[in-house]
């Protein structure tokens, strides 16, 4: 019976164990309810099982001196069975214990330590597996074994993350690795791994990758080689990484180094850089060629005592050796320099020092430029200077010269009586001269300081400044831009002479000018009322009167008609000259066409009645002008033709000629034209040639002409044929703007 129970106790046990997956606790807590079973007394047994710090009973245990127990050490880790016999006499007597159970619970203690050994054992394994499994997938790489054939197996299914393609066309074999690989990088790879196969050592390599939509990747792959026993290739065993990212990083960085040193190569100041030894770590091309070396590369790991500069090598390095123990910049210091050649150049240096990231000064960096010419001429000047000085010096003008920094070289003395300040002030304050001119003229005299440096061409302005004792003067500026023999801009020559009273005397004149004018029109008006008043009272007189009056007295009357009716019309044209002296420019774009229409319709029947033919240009002609002083000249000329051409008048000529700067216009006639020596003085005012007496006229005509061609930016000029004269009459083709009141000194025109 007894052998029953034990035999049936160890089937479940083994029954029990064989439950990979049930943790141990409650394995051990289901072998411990079932312990009593295999005794023959099971209700007077009770079961008690120690593991790993854990105690699993069953719920009648109470602790005894009847029992059997077995230990055992399983995995570092001491296990104890305990079956102790809880009836009446457990106090009396040995218990009943058999010897049958003697043997089955040293037999219960060896099953339960080979289920914990391989139940140990099994759990490393899981955990290992898991572990792995967790590393595969959190590790920004793929794990591989690869073929000679180019298959692969791989281990992560984020190989599709990458390629596009999924985990089973490479495990299938469907796909190898040489089909993504792009064809020019095949030979590379091949390459590192052949040495890396003859050297029986690691390889990396890096590569492209097409992927399945076509995009191109960058691939790192860090893999071992596997050898058989007989030595031939097993596998090649490793992972792979996806460096795309790192590489277009790396190139955009290798292309911002390229630019930079491009940047320094090009620019033309020389760059170094020394470490805390003073040993170069490196330079520009052009300090390299300065050194007498070929290139940058060939200046690392030199100092200055192996380069042309020997001579100034200890005054250098004192210098890079006090930027860095300071940690101040030194800069804009001028200093020689002996060339390769033996010459010497002088040079304008800047030293700052060169800090890690943590802030630590690393070494000095510093620039220079070449100023050996620029020094020169600086020298040349002041030579030059002291010849002219005195003369300068003694000028009534305040002369003075500004190098191309706007440094002011010299300052004539001439400067204290014009300003109120000294010479000394202006050169050692370059700014005080701009801080004196009047805030109204500041923004012209601005524009002008900044003008073109690249012509020698004089140029002026007029502005006013604070004198320093507060009264207001008006300077007359004059000044010049200077060169060097190389035709480098070196400076600007300038002249300044206090015009305020010219200034002054202007004023009064135009003030005086402007009650001559109101005088003018008061005049006119004056003297046209009364000439209306006189026509119309001998009008009357003639209507009323004249056939009572003899013959003598119509003819009185006729002529007073005659007298009136040309001073009214004096004092028009007199107005209509003053008004296109100061009315304003209204410039916009003329088709010159379209005026002759208008002076074809206007004239015909004077032209008809005469039978003359007016032959104008058969091309279009836009211009920029005033409409209204352009229809003015073309009347006056169409006019003049046909009052002073005389009877053998038959012909008149408009003509249209474009040189680079002026539309020109010319008027012919085959009349009668006007005496020599009349050319200059008929464009005076009321100057009339002689064939013009009878003729009506006032003589301002072609004044008015003259005054409109000036204010166009052209002029009038006539010349006499055989057959007849011809008037020119040109306009610039470069007038911009709108003027204003004031005249044409308001229109800008290029000269």
């Known amino acids: 019976m007894i052998e029953e129970k034990c035999f049936r106790l160890l089937n479940e046990l083994t029954a029990l164990f064989q439950n990979k997956h049930m943790p141990i606790p409650e394995v051990l807590n289901k072998m411990t309810s079932l ?215 790396e190139e955009n960085l290798r292309e911002s180094q390229r630019m930079l040193q491009l940047v320094m190569d090009t620019i033309p100041v020389r760059v170094f850089w020394k470490d ?83 802030g630590r000064i690393k070494g000095v960096l510093g620039t220079y430029e070449d100023i050996t010419k620029s020094r020169e001429m600086e020298e040349m000047l002041r030579a030059s200077e002291s010849k002219y000085r005195i003369v300068a010096d003694n000028t009534n003008d305040w002369e003075y010269w500004v190098s191309a920094e706007g440094r002011f070289l010299y300052t004539s003395p001439s400067c204290r009586r014009i300003t109120g300040y000294q010479a000394r002030e202006f050169e050692a ?82 003030e005086s000018t402007e009650k001559l004018k109101l005088f003018a029109y008061s005049v006119a008006h004056d003297l046209k009322s009364p000439a209306i008043g006189i026509y119309g009272l001998t009008n009357r007189l003639n209507k009323v009167a004249r056939d009572i009056l003899d013959e003598r007295c119509r003819t009185y009357c006729d002529q007073i008609l005659k007298a009136s009716e040309h001073i009214a019309s004096l004092v028009d044209k007199i107005n209509v000259y003053i008004a296109t002296k100061e009315a304003p420019l209204s410039l916009e774009a003329v088709n010159i066409g379209e005026v002759f229409q208008m002076l074809q319709d206007e004239f015909s029947a004077r032209l008809n009645i005469r039978q003359i033919d007016w032959i104008k240009p058969d091309t279009a002609v836009e211009i920029r002008a005033d409409r209204l002083y352009m229809l003015r000249v073309f009347r006056n000329f169409l006019d003049n033709s046909l009052k002073y051409g005389g009877e053998r008048l038959t012909k008149i000529w408009t003509g249209y000629e474009a040189s680079e700067d002026f539309h020109i216009f010319s008027f012919s006639d085959n009349g009668k034209g006007f005496q020599e020596g009349d050319s200059e003085k008929i464009f005076e005012a009321f100057q009339r040639d002689k064939t013009s007496r009878g003729i009506e006229g006032a003589g301002l005509g072609l004044t008015i002409v003259k005054e409109i061609a000036e204010q166009h930016g052209g002029r009038v000029w006539v010349e006499r044929k055989e057959d007849g004269i011809t008037f020119f009459f040109s306009i610039s083709k470069y007038l911009h703007g709108r003027s204003t009141p004031g005249g044409p000194s308001s229109i800008s025109v290029r000269q």
């Open 35 to 249: 312990l009593p079973s295999g005794w023959q007394c099971p209700d007077t047994i009770a079961a008690r099982i120690i593991y790993d710090g854990m105690e699993f009973t069953t719920a009648n245990y109470v602790a005894g001196p009847l029992k059997q127990s077995a230990e055992f050490m399983s995995g570092g880790n001491r296990c104890s069975i305990e079956v102790a016999y809880v009836g009446e006499s457990s106090n009396k007597s040995p218990g009943p214990f058999l010897p049958e159970e003697e043997r089955l619970i040293n037999h219960i203690a060896a099953i339960l330590k080979l289920y914990l050994d391989s139940r140990k054992g099994t759990e490393v394994l899981i955990k290992s597996e898991q572990n792995l499994k967790l590393l595969t997938a959190n590790v920004p790489a793929i794990i591989f074994k690869g073929y000679l054939d180019w298959s692969v197996d791989l281990f992560d299914d984020k190989v599709e993350e990458i390629t596009g393609y999924p985990r089973e066309v490479f495990d299938s074999r469907q796909l190898k690795w040489s089909d993504i690989l792009v064809e020019e990088d095949a030979k590379s790879f091949k390459e590192i791994f052949a040495r890396a196969l003859k050297s029986r050592t690691a390889c990396v390599r890096e590569f492209r990758i097409k992927t399945r939509e076509g995009e191109i990747k960058w691939i790192q792959d860090r893999s071992s080689i596997v050898f058989h026993e007989d030595g031939k290739v097993e596998s090649i065993d490793g992972i792979f990484f996806d460096i795309t990212e790192r590489k277009q990083v």
């Open 276 to 358: 805390l030894n003073l040993n170069y770590l490196g330079c520009n091309h052009p300090f390299a060629l300065d050194a007498g070396l070929k290139s940058p590369e060939e200046i690392i790991g030199r100092n200055d005592f192996d380069l042309g500069w020997l001579e100034q090598a200890e005054l250098y390095r004192s210098d890079d050796r006090s930027v860095m123990q300071t940690g101040c910049p030194k800069l804009g210091y001028e200093e020689p320099q002996t060339m390769p050649d033996g010459g010497r150049i002088w040079l304008r240096t800047n030293k700052v020092p060169l800090f890690d990231a943590e």
């Open 429 to 510: 304050d370059t700014d005080l001269l701009c801080r004196i001119v009047h805030q109204d003229d500041l923004a012209k005299f601005e524009e002008h300081l900044n003008q073109d440096q690249t012509t020698a061409a004089q140029s002026q302005l007029e502005f006013r400044i604070i004198h320093r004792d507060g009264r207001i003067r008006w300077i007359g500026h004059v000044c010049q831009a200077v060169f060097d023999s190389d035709g480098r801009f070196a400076g600007r020559r300038g002249s300044n002479r206090d015009i305020t009273e010219r200034k002054h005397t202007e004023q009064a004149l135009q």
